[in-house]
């Protein structure tokens, strides 16, 4: 079935430090990809998404590539900021499925030093 | 902005205690979802909604049910709370298809909900 694996947290960082977030997937068919969020005491918010191999997805600095041979989709941003604490989520939907649910990953925790 | 409301964010319930989580959003999505989401387990799905009345279950349905009557009101509901549901509940919405456009959900803030 598909599945998503994304690296444990927490990670914790000093401001302006370059982050990466590992996210690998297994997915039978044609999936889309996204990265959601969540800031403490909220819901979470789609961040970014890609929908087809090679795409990059990016939204408030951060940028992540569908990578189709990898199987990954990590999130990257070139310099953090306090504000980017939460957690991060990478999720996949795969409509050539039967069941085409999104399949969250276990989320990572952000912590940015200032 | 699509808005997804729900009732409670915090409740604390007794063991054996019937309790109902209200969820409402104000797009006209057809689809509604609820969640749990635990320490370590990321969020697992309980039960969705595709249309009025109608109901599926999710990865984790047991000791849960749903009512969707409206468009817009999704309700999520613990017959007899045990401490094993104290978690975070999180209420979704989404346009058109399981997973929504491109798979945008939109979540509401969430319900902490503590069975003691």
């Known amino acids: 079935g598909n599945s998503v694996t994304q690296m444990e947290g927490p990670v914790t960082l000093s401001e302006e430090a370059f982050l990466t977030i590992n996210c690998t997937y297994t997915a039978t068919g044609y999936p889309s990809l996204f990265w959601y969020v969540q800031y403490p005491g909220e819901g979470l918010q789609l961040l970014l998404k890609a929908t087809k191999a090679d795409d990059k997805g990016s939204n408030k600095g951060f940028e992540a590539t569908y990578r189709k041979e990898t199987t990954s989709f990590h999130l990257e941003k070139g310099s953090v900021q306090v504000s980017d604490s939460a957690v991060y989520f990478c999720?996949?939907?795969?409509?050539?499925?039967?069941?085409?649910?999104?399949?969250f990953g276990k989320g990572t925790r952000l912590h940015i030093l200032p | 902005d699509v808005k997804v409301t729900q009732s409670s964010r915090y409740l604390v319930k007794r063991t054996g205690e019937k309790v109902f989580l209200e969820c409402v959003q104000d797009m006209d999505h057809e689809n509604m979802f609820w969640y749990r989401q635990d320490p370590g387990l990321g969020l697992r799905l309980i039960y969705f909604s595709y249309d009025v009345k109608m109901k599926e279950k999710g990865d984790i349905p047991e000791g849960y049910s749903v009512s969707r009557e409206k468009k817009e009101r999704f309700s999520l509901i613990l017959e007899s709370a045990s401490t094993n549901q104290t978690s975070m509940y999180l209420c979704?919405?989404?346009?058109?298809?399981?997973?929504?456009?491109?798979?945008?959900?939109?979540f509401g803030e969430g319900s902490r909900l503590t069975v003691l």
């Open positions: 979704a919405s989404s346009l058109g298809g399981l997973a929504g456009v491109a798979g945008e959900l939109f």
């Open positions: 999720a996949l939907s795969d409509r050539s499925a039967r069941d085409d649910k999104i399949i």
